[in-house]
């Protein structure tokens, strides 16, 4: 039985994404999904609805493709939900085997006219929406090998509205539960040419999707060839355009067989607990994917375990029945219900499809291996891959010790020398200090859990103005360094406090301060040298005062010469007056608590 199309003859434009097209042939046939071009929304039954997508295929290798009636290539169809930074599979349909070639230009190659039963070098063959949902056409994803690109043979059947098309319930398309989500579709090429000449790992392409208040189904934006949906997460995770670059999109690659793509995600809950989110997309492992391993740092504790996948339906004999999971032995498991020896349909990850995974833990992330178990016997019987998972307990929030050997109980920063250490003339302040160094026990936030900006900082100054503060940078957000608008003021100390809280554990506030400056002939800890200073100096120096804070040696030697002499009258007297060489640089000293 032959099942005809209608002859769509069209030039595709030139890529709209980076793609290898642009950049030359690959060696052996080569078929990428290179535009949807249409969309069916067919209806809904029971609460699922059925859809199909178009297809422009293209052969970017340097010989022509097999294009054979009723079987290679096949093309298959996927949709995913992206909401509050986690993405899963929502959706899948039967595959689309072939018909018959009509091909034209529109690759970014020359086309060599190869048709009919070929995929021409350089060619595009264009299948509308509606001819890959014809249900007659339409194969069973368990019929088809897609490490080597064998095909089983079609059985013609037909249905309902949704029968083999790409399914999706209504249910994960409600606005009112998924307000602001974000949906993707994907299509994903087999074939035997590609598979042969190792072509294969190319083949799965994505594009943004609209749904409306009837749940038709609208294509938007760009595609993006030759790069599956699971890049989603990271492009769009934390919104339309805004990516999270800390998510790595990994390929495990099995030994002699396909290829899994593999990410992870630590996300700060707000309430001393982080969400641990791992995808797992397999391209083209006949294998499938049978396990996941997650080790879990000692002491900590792990809730909320989940898991997401996708239904097969239709008839494909795959098990839909969740993997289940355990956490114990610093380790948390996903496995399928059964092995492959107890049922060879239990619900692996196969081709074509992802499965999501989560759980909280009450530790900030640290990059470690994550195992993938393999469904199917075989060596190896597992790979490994690096994510994040908690691997570090929640430390308690405070300032590091202060720097170069100087003792300032929890102050750290690099600024405890006098600020006219660096003046040109031993008078002006035009080299002084203008930038302090915060350095935390563990990484920190604004107190409203954003990133660490201007808010969490105040200066003061008890001696005068303070200049204001001209930046604010995080190096690694433990590493927070504050720049101002101009040097200290000659003469005075300046106070910088920071009000934050600990990344890891929310609860865990730190209000603490700096100060830099401090002038040992301050007698009064003011801020400032004045004419009283030189007064309490006088009734120190013969015993009649006694300092209130510090060491006498610090505030009364003001010439930081190891000794209270009268030179140090005569020093006190030049700052009052700010002449020179009073302005000389002093070491490192000690600032009061």
């Given at each position: 039985?032959i ?6 003859a069209?030039v ?8 290898r ?7 052996g046939p ?14 809904g039954?029971d609460g699922?609805?059925g859809y199909?997508?178009g297809?422009n295929t293209?052969n ?12 290679t290539p ?7 939900r992206?909401?509050?930074?986690q993405l ?10 072939a018909c018959c070639a009509?091909?034209?230009d529109g690759c ?14 350089g060619?595009v063959?264009?299948?509308?929406a509606?001819f890959?949902g014809?249900?007659f056409?339409l194969?069973?994803?368990s019929g088809i090998n ?6 089983s ?6 249905g309902?509205l ?6 999706i319930?209504?249910s994960?398309l409600?606005?009112t539960?998924?307000p602001?989500a ?10 035997t040419?590609d598979a042969?000449a190792g ?6 392409s994505?594009?943004q999707g609209?749904?409306?208040a ?9 595609m993006?060839m030759?790069i599956?949906?699971?890049?989603a997460?990271?492009?769009h995770?934390?919104?339309?355009n805004?990516?999270?670059n ?5 390929e495990?690659d099995?030994?002699g067989?396909g290829?899994f793509l593999?990410a ?7 309430d001393?607990t982080?969400?641990y989110?791992y995808?797992?997309?397999?391209l083209n492992s006949?294998?499938g994917?049978?396990s996941?391993?997650v080790p879990?740092?000692?002491?900590i ?12 339906h239709s008839g ?5 029945t969740?993997?289940e ?6 380790v ?8 492959h020896g ?5 619900s692996a990850?196969?081709w074509g499809?992802m499965?999501?995974f ?5 530790a900030?992330p640290?990059?470690t291996?994550?195992t ?6 075989g060596e190896?019987s597992?790979?490994?891959w690096?994510g ?8 308690a929030?405070?300032?590091v ?8 109980s929890?102050?750290a920063?690099?600024?405890y020398?006098?600020p006219r ?9 035009n ?9 935390f026990?563990?990484p920190v936030?604004n107190?409203?859990g954003?990133?660490?900006d201007?808010?969490?900082f ?5 001696g005068?103005t303070?200049?204001?503060?001209a930046?604010?940078?995080?190096e690694?957000a433990?590493t927070?360094t ?5 040097h200290?003021t000659?003469g005075?100390w300046?106070?910088?406090s ?11 506030t730190?209000?603490d301060?700096i100060?830099?400056g ?9 801020g400032a040298?004045?004419?009283?200073d030189l007064?309490l100096?006088?009734q120190?120096v ?9 060491t006498?040696?610090d505030?009364?030697?003001?010439d930081?010469?190891?000794s ?9 007297r030049?700052?009052?007056?700010g002449?020179?060489?009073?302005t000389?640089a002093?070491g490192g000293?000690?600032?009061?608590e």
């Amino acid at each position: 039985m032959i099942i005809g199309r209608p002859r769509i003859a069209m030039v595709m434009a030139a890529c709209l994404v980076v793609c290898r097209c642009a950049a030359g042939q690959t060696v052996g046939p080569d078929v990428v999904y290179s535009e949807m071009g249409s969309i069916v929304s067919y209806g809904g039954v029971d609460g699922v609805r059925g859809y199909a997508l178009g297809s422009n295929t293209c052969n970017i290798g340097d010989q022509d493709l097999t294009w054979e009636n009723q079987g290679t290539p096949g093309f298959t169809m996927n949709a995913y939900r992206l909401y509050e930074g986690q993405l899963k599979q929502i959706g899948m349909s039967w595959v689309k085997h072939a018909c018959c070639a009509f091909v034209d230009d529109g690759c970014g190659l020359t086309c060599n006219g190869h048709g009919g039963d070929l995929l021409g070098v350089g060619c595009v063959d264009v299948y509308n929406a509606g001819f890959n949902g014809s249900q007659f056409g339409l194969g069973s994803r368990s019929g088809i090998n897609a490490f080597d690109g064998t095909f089983s043979p079609l059985n013609f059947e037909q249905g309902n509205l949704i029968f083999r098309r790409l399914q999706i319930r209504e249910s994960d398309l409600d606005s009112t539960d998924f307000p602001d989500a974000l949906y993707f579709l994907e299509g994903v090429f087999v074939s035997t040419d590609d598979a042969a000449a190792g072509n294969a790992t190319n083949n799965a392409s994505h594009k943004q999707g609209t749904f409306d208040a009837n749940f038709v189904l609208s294509e938007a934006g760009a595609m993006n060839m030759e790069i599956p949906a699971i890049f989603a997460w990271r492009d769009h995770a934390n919104g339309l355009n805004q990516p999270d670059n800390s998510i790595e999109i990994r390929e495990v690659d099995i030994p002699g067989e396909g290829r899994f793509l593999a990410a992870s995600r630590a996300t700060n809950n707000g309430d001393g607990t982080w969400r641990y989110t791992y995808v797992v997309f397999n391209l083209n492992s006949h294998r499938g994917g049978g396990s996941m391993v997650v080790p879990v740092g000692p002491g900590i504790n792990v809730t909320n375990i989940g898991f997401s996948d996708v239904d097969y339906h239709s008839g494909d004999p795959y098990d839909n029945t969740d993997w289940e999971s355990f956490f114990g032995a610093g380790v948390v498991i996903w496995a399928t219900p059964q092995t492959h020896g107890q049922n060879p349909n239990s619900s692996a990850i196969r081709w074509g499809t992802m499965d999501t995974f989560w759980f909280d833990a009450d530790a900030g992330p640290a990059t470690t291996e994550i195992t993938l178990g393999l469904f199917m016997p075989g060596e190896p019987s597992s790979v490994g891959w690096m994510g994040v998972a908690p691997g570090v307990a929640c430390s308690a929030l405070n300032l590091v010790e202060g720097q170069s050997g100087v003792s300032f109980s929890q102050r750290a920063f690099d600024g405890y020398v006098d600020p006219r250490s660096e003046s040109t003339d031993g008078k002006v302040v035009n080299l002084g200090l203008d930038r302090f160094t915060f350095e935390f026990t563990t990484p920190v936030e604004n107190l409203d859990g954003s990133p660490v900006d201007f808010s969490a900082f105040v200066i003061s100054d008890t001696g005068g103005t303070p200049p204001a503060i001209a930046d604010v940078q995080t190096e690694d957000a433990q590493t927070i360094t504050v720049f101002l608008e101009d040097h200290l003021t000659l003469g005075e100390w300046t106070t910088i406090s920071a009000s934050v809280r600990s990344q890891c554990d929310p609860s865990l506030t730190l209000e603490d301060s700096i100060r830099v400056g401090f002038l040992p002939a301050d007698i009064n800890q003011d801020g400032a040298v004045s004419p009283t200073d030189l007064f309490l100096f006088r009734q120190m120096v013969n015993g009649l005062a006694t300092p209130t804070v510090g060491t006498p040696e610090d505030i009364l030697d003001t010439d930081r010469s190891g000794s209270v002499d009268p030179v140090d009258l005569f020093r006190l007297r030049q700052l009052i007056n700010g002449v020179s060489p009073a302005t000389q640089a002093w070491g490192g000293v000690g600032l009061p608590e």
